[in-house]
């Protein structure tokens, strides 16, 4: 089995395959290195997360994961009261229990990267809630920092590393460019930026990992059965 790079999360990592996303511009970049898998369940939170990362991933299989990511925190930090919601204490909690889980089937934590959920377009959100989903904006970027922050403290205490894309995209401006209308998903230019800063920590840490079988024009055409042993 080829090495993985498994992308787990929410409908961030479900979407990241579509026309011109982050996880198959990763697919693209990584081809022959590592199989790029996507396990994205949209709407999930961390708990929900936390329960099923046994069944994605587990102890016979873990041997082939070159990285992980977790991308979470963008339906935790709905506001109480509504299903989706985690408190922060809980879903510091589920983070921590995902990445024990991991360390337990063998991945240790520089195989490991946190991705922070990203800033909210208030009024785009709250749109999209009253077009959709029959209430008002469920959300804030007030709270989503705070979800966010606990992203960064946990990597600081477990040195796992962490893509603070909340941050990233909130020091640029005119941020609101890199999400979607809905006010919440990544648009073409989220999804860039994401990938420029996720590609840059998954490169480092898999500097390793080389392309596999030659090129075509470096097989040997008259044995060529001696360019393909790996």
Request: charged fraction near 20%.
């Amino acid at each position: 089995m080829w090495p993985q790079l498994m992308l787990f999360g929410d409908s961030h990592i479900w979407r990241s395959f579509g026309d011109g996303q982050w996880g198959s511009a990763l697919a693209d970049k990584l081809v022959r290195r590592c199989d790029v898998l996507c396990r994205g369940f949209g709407g999930y939170n961390s708990t929900w997360c936390n329960i099923i990362l046994p069944q994605l991933i587990t102890k016979e299989t873990a041997y082939s994961v070159a990285i992980v990511t977790i991308f979470l925190g963008t339906n935790d930090s709905v506001f109480e009261g509504y299903v989706q919601h985690v408190p922060i204490d809980k879903f510091k909690l589920n983070l921590k229990e995902m990445i024990q889980y991991l360390n337990s089937v063998g991945i240790v934590n520089k195989k490991i990267v946190i991705i922070s959920p990203p800033a909210v377009n208030e009024p785009a959100w709250n749109s999209e809630c009253k077009k959709n989903l029959g209430h008002g904006k469920n959300k804030s970027n007030e709270l989503t920092a705070k979800y966010a922050e606990v992203c960064c403290t946990l990597g600081r205490e477990l040195s796992v590393t962490v893509v603070d894309l909340f941050n990233i995209m909130s020091r640029e401006q005119n941020w609101e460019q890199f999400l979607l209308p809905d006010g919440i998903h990544l648009s073409i230019a989220g999804s860039k930026l994401l990938e420029k800063h996720l590609f840059a920590v998954i490169e480092e840490k898999i500097q390793h990992i080389k392309k596999k079988y030659p090129l075509w024009n470096e097989v040997s055409a008259a044995n060529p059965e001696s360019s393909m042993v790996e």
